[in-house]
Each structure stands twice: as C-alpha cells, then as structure tokens.
C-alpha cells in the first residue's frame, strides 16, 4: 500500500502552538515514530507538511530586520521552511527506521506547486498570515505593494492569495525515490507556488497553497492508495462544539459535501480538510482524517474518518 | 560522463557580492544556461553551491529579531538557504533544458553531511561567520555560547567550526535521481552538517563545512568522473597578484599539493579549492578549478587548472 500523510502543524509545535527550535525537533521526533511505525506495518510512505507558524516567524524576521538585510518574498519564506522541516524529518526519520530494522532510506525534495497565473484568488487575496500590525505599520507595508487588512482590535494583517494547487511539479523525482525504496517527503508548506509564464519560465509567487489541497493532488500524482490528513482530532466532527457533536467514521464523498455544505467545518481548519479529502477520494482513493497517533489505525480503516466515493 | 559542477558565490550573488533576492536570481539564472549547456553536451550533472551570503543575511535577521522570534541554529540557516536556492536552480534550469530540446527533469534534495562529534575543529572553531559588532554587542552573544573574536578594526566576529566532511548521507538519493535521468542539486552550503550518537541519534550541529570539501566527498560517493569548482577565475594561479603570476593548466595532485605547501593559494579562498580538488584527483577522477563560464571548456580538457594524479 502506498500511503500519503499530510502532517498538520501539531505536528511539527508544541501543543501550546510554539515553535522554538526544540519545539520543532520533539514534535517532529514524536511524528516521526509514528511514521516509521507505519513503514514497519508494509506501508510506502510519502510525508507532506504544513508550515504556517514557522512562515510566519520567518515573515517577522523579515519586517524588522528590512533596513539592514534585504527581506526576502512569501514564496522564499515556504522554501526555507522546507528546509528546516526537512532537515529535522530526515535526522529523526533515518534512526527510527533504523531501530525497527529497515533500511533507513530517506529523502526530502524542495518543491514547487504549479498554480494558475490567473488563478481567481490573486485578485482577491483572502489568507491571513504574520503578525497583527497597528494601522500605521501595516500603512508602510502596504506602500510596499503588500495588502493588508483591518482585522478588529488585533490590529492590521497581511492578506495574500490562497490558488488552487494544479500539478507538484517535484511529484517526478519524488516517484523516482519511492520506486527505490525511499520514504520520501515532498510539497512541505503545499509547495512553493510557481506560475509558469507563456514563454516557459517559472516563476515563484508571493501567495499561500492550502497543504492538504496539494496533498490531495500528490497523492493522485503519486498514485497512493491512500491519504492520511492528521491533524489534533480523531474524526472530522459534526455538530462540532455542540452537544450533539458526533465524529464521523466511513463515509462517501457525496455525503460528507452534503454536511460541509450545510455549514458543519470551520473555514480555516477542517474545511479544507474535508475539500481535500473529498477530492483525493473522488479520483478513486481512500482520504482518512484522523489525529497523528491513530494513523496506524487509520490506515487499516479502523479510526478516522474515512472517506469514499 | 558524469559532472559534479561546485557553483561559487559569483554563481549566487551579484558581481559586488550583493545577496538581495533579485542578485540572486539573476545569478542562478545565468549559471543555469551553462548548466543546461553542459547537459545538452551530453553529460550527467551533479550540482552543488554555496550559501555564505545568505546565511550571512540569516544570522543577522536572527540576531535582530531575537527578542521577538525564537532564533533558529546556524544549522538550521543552512537548511534554510538549501530551500531558496534549490528553488531558484529549479525554477531557472526546467525551462533552460527544455530551450535545448532537453527532458526537463531537475530535483534537489535537502541534504546533510556527516561529521565526527570529536572533529578536532570543534575544540578550536576559526571559520568567521556573520557580520562584525562592536565588543558589547559581541558580548551578549558570548553569553548565549556563542564564540566571538576581536578581528581589530573592524569590530568582533563570531567564529564556528568547521569540520571535515565524511559522507554526504543523502547521496544515495541523489544517486538514484541522477539515474533516473535527472540534474541534481545536492548539498548546498557543504550539506548541513549532522554528527552521530553513540545510539544512533544524528543531530545537526552549529558547524559549516566548506561546500568545496563537501564537493570532492560527494563526487566520490556518486562515482562522478569530473568534478568542476566554479568561481570566479579562469585557473588558480602561482604567484598570484604579483608580476610572475602564471595560472596553471593541466597538473598532478603532488605538484599541485607542493605548491600549496609554499604558500601560493590564500586560505580563505583558492587554498580550500586546491584541497579539494587534489582530494578528489588523488581517488582517481578529474578536478579541474575554472570559472563559471568556462564550464563546458573545463570539461573538455581545454580550460581551467586540471588537476590529475
């Protein structure tokens, strides 16, 4: 079986949200015997990631270093973190294989996210990310071509664009490892958002892809089985937050459209889990939505919510 | 044939040693179509860089930002340049094959070096990194277990190991990229540098290990036949800026290695790059130092310094 996991930010922080150094690594360290349990099972594996409290501290290093190191653009910020992610994946990865007595063949590959020049969202950039600003700074920014909006008592806060992720463009070489044996991290912060202009050239762009969106379209790329969105719950839930919350176990595509539609995920977090999942399991997959601990279970269709067409 | 190509900072940055992100990518985009013109020659292409610039700028944003973002490792900039740089190599190499009618497959893989936690570097760390800051300053960071030195005029600068590569440990996957077909970027900055525990444990360290050294580690792991080091001169020189200054052409390791031993290569910058090309020829290949644009001709024989044993 070949088995995508997308990696949700509790993955990668503490459970309070920080993300210190050491932070990262214990989070990541703890993932990562669960991934290698997973490999130990019978399983290929392809490990994918979110970033966004890692962007946005990179983001404010960013603002208050600008008058002495030139700043670097949104989409250079998802490429350092692919960086960093993958360096305390493949360090934690590597000997856990290893203690379980398979080959510690691991590998991560920078990647780009094919998006359209003229995706929808880049005229109407909706993704909060950073630091809230007073009024006055986020003014400063905005003469630099950023948009940001007023979000309330918080403050002020940049806004960019949320495409839809077409093709990993990295998916290629991440195939290649996986035929040879690897356990393969690839897309990490939904990729680096590439368009790719009429005369051929790529260019990287300033916005956010959704990572579990990308995961989804990985996971067909790769021809998986099966993906594992893992996040801090056991079950996409309806009626969340109610008396009447019931988590979700096996259930079709169309069924689990017909709850979203009705309003039962949040916008910024099960949402587009539950879009991507739906898209993952329309093409003919299994997508499975479950917290990091029960992937095992996940995977043999025991826990989760596990979605079908 | 299989060439591992070294790219210097003069392939990264503009030609006054700016780092700002557009001198970047008009610099990688330049390398890459003598890249993609050594490929269309019919060659397997390894490629390494550099990354002093840029961790340079990473470690001032870290210092700057301190009191409000956890600081990452010296490591984990490393890490980070890996990620910007593999992206602008990607970005910029994809259409240049695809201009010469070339199967566009380009990958990177985020990759680390092995080093010995008793590297006697360690015990006398002397690679100054980072910008220079006035005693007081210096001394803060002297607090938090950083090495600083007083470097005179100029101010204080922190100094950090750097040890000898041993094995770049993900040269595996980059052996099996190249096989497939594809150009490779593999342990740029000199790989981010990790030790093993005595359990097996590897842990990335705040070390830099020269990107050149690295080279010769790794064109050996991937039974390169060529290594390349481009930089920013036709050939290393004997009696270099003096009215006798003869660069070298064609040369043994033990010619070369004796005249390093008087002196004609200067530490920080040719010396390094002889060493690791007569480290490489000595195991059999060809190491040849020449400039950027000088590439193809190197790899024919006809320019540069080439070193044999």
Redesign the interface.
Known sequence: MRALIALGGNAMTAPDGS???EDQRAAITAAMEAAADVVAAGSQVVLTHGNGPQVG?LL???E??AS???P??L??CG??????I??LI???L??AL??RGLAP??????S?TLVAADDPHFAEPSKPIGRYLPAAEAAVMIEHGQQWQDRGERGWRRVVASPEPLES??A??AA??LD?G?VV?CSGGGG?P?VRDG??????VEAVIDKDLTAAVLARQLGADVMVIATDVDAAVVGFSTPQATPLGAITVDKLRALAGEGHFAGGSMGPKVEAAGRFAETGGRAVITSLHRIGEALRGTAGTNVTS
């Open positions: 993300a210190r150094p501290n404010v290093k960013n208050i270093a002495i190191v030139p670097v653009p989409d250079w490429a350092q973190t692919q960086g960093t993958a360096m493949l360090d934690a590597e000997p290893a203690r063949r691991v590998a991560a590959v920078v780009r463009l990295d290629g070489a290649v490892l040879a690897y991290t680096v590439v005369d051929g050239t790529l260019r990287s």
